[in-house]
Nanobody
Framework: HVQLVESGGGSVQAGGSLRLSCGASGSIYGDACVGWLRQAPGKEREGVAAIRFPSGTTVYANSVLGRFTISKDNDKNTVYLQMSRLKPEDTGMYYC?????????????????WGQGTQVTVS
């Protein structure tokens, strides 16, 4: 069983930065994809960024390209989302998700395991 725990959310002014972390228990990194997805009130959950294990291949939503960076630390079983130049429209609950034997994907329906989420508010 895989458990994912997010941290690093908070409130920030527009133009600021935050770094989210996703720690995983269980061995999912041999052949998997870990992604960050977000959901704003009244909107569908959307993929933001994803990273493939073990290759490190990444994919980003157009809305965050050039502002967000996803990375991984294999030794710590952790995936990060560095968010810069934040905008009010980046506000939402951010979820870490993982899928086994999965190519990098931004589609929520592809993921098998989900964290509880961490709130990001940009004003």
């Amino acid at each position: 069983h895989v458990q994912l725990v997010e941290s690093g959310g908070g409130s920030v002014q527009a133009g600021g930065s935050l770094r989210l972390s996703c720690g995983a228990s269980g061995s999912i990194y041999g052949d998997a994809c870990v992604g960050w997805l977000r959901q704003a009130p009244g909107k569908e959950r959307e993929g933001v960024a994803a990273i493939r294990f073990p290759s490190g291949t990444t994919v980003y939503a157009n809305s965050v390209l050039g502002r967000f960076t996803i990375s991984k630390d294999n030794d710590k079983n952790t995936v990060y989302l560095q968010m810069s130049r934040l905008k009010p429209e980046d506000t939402g609950m951010y979820y870490c998700a993982a899928g086994m034997a999965l190519d990098q994907t931004l589609s929520a329906r592809d993921y098998q395991y989900w964290g509880q989420g961490t709130q990001v508010t940009v004003s």
